[in-house]
């Protein structure tokens, strides 16, 4: 095998209580990419189409997740990289991580799977630590592993999947505004009260619990974030406007994707979250605002081999 | 049926990283209690034994519990109460709790279970209110439905019971010493770094999964609470011996019941269990502090009913 083409997806990081440690895979969303073994050594991105993003090696969020994988493991060729970015960067559904979690699995492919992918995550965190100057897990674990994961902790890495309920679809709406991380990251507060952070993980278990017994009204119930939402959100016009539209339409709940710019909703069932992205849709459309709609399953396998040569 | 004779389980309240949220109910340890009915309307605590405790209604935990109980649900007669004390009133494993819940429970049966079991916490709290200062149902929860406990919300109230894995043992030392709750809450921190607030949140998504998955592993490494029990062990002598030397026997993970003083264990197996309260005891031992000691399988099922007449 010399060539792999896949799919490497979008996720939601945070779903509301689970700031910093929860994320999710969308499921037809995503960015392409081929890696292909070369004789010449080392990494090299040899086309990028969809984005303007450096091609050199150190400056790209793959090259840079690549060559974390290949420090540990020599790899008696070198690699080319493909990637045709859909995602749009800066949108909050992982942009970057889609490509980082990209390049290791593609790699690892072709040299026989030394590591799993859950081993592939500190890989992909490096490509992370470039794109927002901090090694977070909470995309690219989701994108690698499928379905829900939590980040339990950081220092050792330890995350845990968790199986997404069968009926359960993601809305994302994308505002066209630009709203970068490090924006998002500077307006929050270094302390908060010890009343809302048992708040917050009292959803945070409510979240888990639901998820296991596959209880969608827990679910909405846990979709809830009075930490990071309340100061966040005001750097998206008709925040609050999409989220009451989308519980009014039948979602579980919403809540900001990633740092933002975008809004994301699950909803039990594809009719609802169509439903739902009709409904907020409509309000971008009333404000003049120009958006991009997803409506998604939860993809439980995380990337898809698209081709093998 | 005239009247109820039941055991109220002890309870290990706050389990590390869930603290005000999580619970958990033990099998071995707990109060006996008889409700009866009476001819004369309201109610009477008629006896209690083993604690020294006012008897009347409105100053007793279970008088309150019960009075809420019946403004909701009028009942064509009254009731008594005995309290057969075995759990030591400021020992950290829900001596009032075990009170209240066990009135409430009593009453509900003698009126032929008009409320169930998760409707009946909200009138065990008025007893923790009146025990604390505070409506908590961390330790009423698991009393009333056994198993581990996650109080989701208060408002509104939200409890989740989850089942514990069949293996799962606690082992609680109570070093003899006076702890008041009002105390064990003024030295907290009103607010707190976001950084720990995150590692928190994520324990307690690891506590849960480790739950429903029965993977004692990561129960035991989801056990960790960089909040609270910084502050308060400092209040508990031989927190840090008895904690070192609990996971060095085998346990999964330990903690403050509670507000303390007690310290528990969980362990995977009775015989680690066992072993855990040995070398617990063997640190008192030393440090010439009286103490108790007890092994528990957790407790499923909450209150049990010991006769009925």
Known sequence: MNEIKLFSPATIANLSCGFDVLGVCLDNVGDE?????????????????????????????????AL????????DCGFEIEIYKKIKAGSGIGSSA?????AVFGINALLGNPFSAAALVKFAMQG?????????????APALLGGFTLVRSYDPLDIIRIESPP????????????????????VLKQNISLKSAIAQWGNVGGLVAGLYTKDYDLIGRSLHDEIVEPIRSVLIPGFDRIKKTAKENGALGSGISGSGP????????????????????????????????????????????????
Chains 1, 2 share one sequence.
């Open 68 to 75: 974390a994988l290949l420090d540990e493991m020599e790899a």
């Open 128 to 140: 992370e630590k470039l794109a927002s100057g901090s090694a977070h897990a909470d995309n690219v």
């Open 167 to 186: 009926e359960l679809y993601a809305t994302v709406i994308h505002p066209q505004i630009e709203l970068k991380t490090s924006d998002a990251r500077s």
């Open 98 to 102: 889609a490509s980082s979690a990209g």
């Open 33 to 65: 990419m081929i890696v292909r073994k070369s004789d010449v050594k080392g990494v090299r991105i040899t086309k990028i189409v969809g984005a303007d993003l450096p091609l050199e090696t150190e400056k790209n969020v793959s090259g840079v997740a």
């Open 262 to 309: 975008s809004i994301f909703a699950l909803s039990k069932g594809k009719e609802t979250a169509e439903k739902v992205a009709g409904a907020m849709c409509k309000i971008y459309d009333e404000m003049k605002l120009p958006y991009e709609i997803h409506v998604s399953k939860i993809n439980d396998n995380g990337i898809k081999v698209l081709a093998l040569k």
